[in-house]
């Protein structure tokens, strides 16, 4: 006789819903922000310039550019591979809609490429065969956690000029062969929305080992103009250049000292991540009913997210069935992501329809985010386990 379900009226595993991801703030985070709010740039100053320093160092990469957010992250790369009207980019549909909408902010044509069935990363194989005269770019998701396979994405778009992009807004933390992510890909983009390693409270990065790149991403957060104000104030000049259509992406000393305080402990907390990680696989692999997602053998996985693959066969109810029941439990599961084309903007707008992306529209039907974060608990994680083993009990085929 399996329990009774919360969503039956039973009593649930938690009273208060534990959720997907929440970021950690510590007295360290507060001090730096009150001391940036007691100092005399609130944005565009010191704190700015350290936090991308300290970025590029924790990522092993040359330039790291701060700016307001992920989606302006990605924008400023796609800007910097020099992508407009006429050009296509590379998409996996397995993604947040801004990977994708960012394409269209430059006049691009995002063009999606399905997903491996076992990681859900990008595809190289399936990348080779949308390459056309027109790709610039490819923007590759590190979906979850994992890096893609960039080596074999360089393999497939050889010599031709095609920008390799990470969305690396999951990945930070993460390395492949050895290599941290940040390195990886041409340009990488982070986000520093609080559900992601490290915040700011709205934020992003982009890295790239390209001076030339990075210089254009610079100008690019602050309308195009090719000094800030604080090098004018140095010169004693009032006079600037606005050399592109640039937009206001910058990040300010706030979201800078917090960012540049929370780094410090980016380390510890991909190591919980991982410990988490772990007691799920170990949990779940004798639960027939959930799949982890497969791993790259040369992967150092940073896991913001940890999703599961329902197995249907066992299961007497589908996804949206489960999920009922995991919430009823007061486990905050989350679904990552609609694929992109099926969203009805795109839609409507480019006439993408199911069967587009075939492996990425069966594997929605099957994926469920079960709560990840650095500050959760050993009784945290047993909830979960808990949780996804009494609802599985209770609906088994
Ligand atoms: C979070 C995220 C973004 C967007 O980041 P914001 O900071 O919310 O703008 C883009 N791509 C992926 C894969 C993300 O997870």
Redesign the pocket.
Known sequence: MSERLAVDGGRPIREKTLPYGRQTIEQEDIDAVVDVLRSDWLTTGPAVDRFEQAFAAATHSRHAVAVS????A?HAAVFAAGVGPGDEVIVPPM??A??ANAVLFQGGTPVFADVDPDTLLLDPARVAARISKRTRAIIA?DYAGQPCAYDELRQVSGNRGIVLIA?A??SLGGADSGRPVGTLADLSTF???PV?HVTTG???MVTTADPELAAKMRAFRNHGITSDHRQREARGSWYYEMVALGYNYRLTDIGSALGAAQLRRLPKWVERRRSIAAAFDRAFSSMPAVDALARRASAAHAY?LYVVRLNHTRLKVDRAGVFAALRAEGIGVNVHYIPVHLHPYYRSTFGTAPGLCPVAEAAYEEIVSLPMFAAMTDRDVQDVIDAVAKVTAAYAA
Do not use: P, Q, R
């Open positions: 957010s992920g989606t302006a990605l993604t947040f801004a990977t998701v969305d807004c999951h986000s520093f929305h992601k709205e934020g992003g913001h």
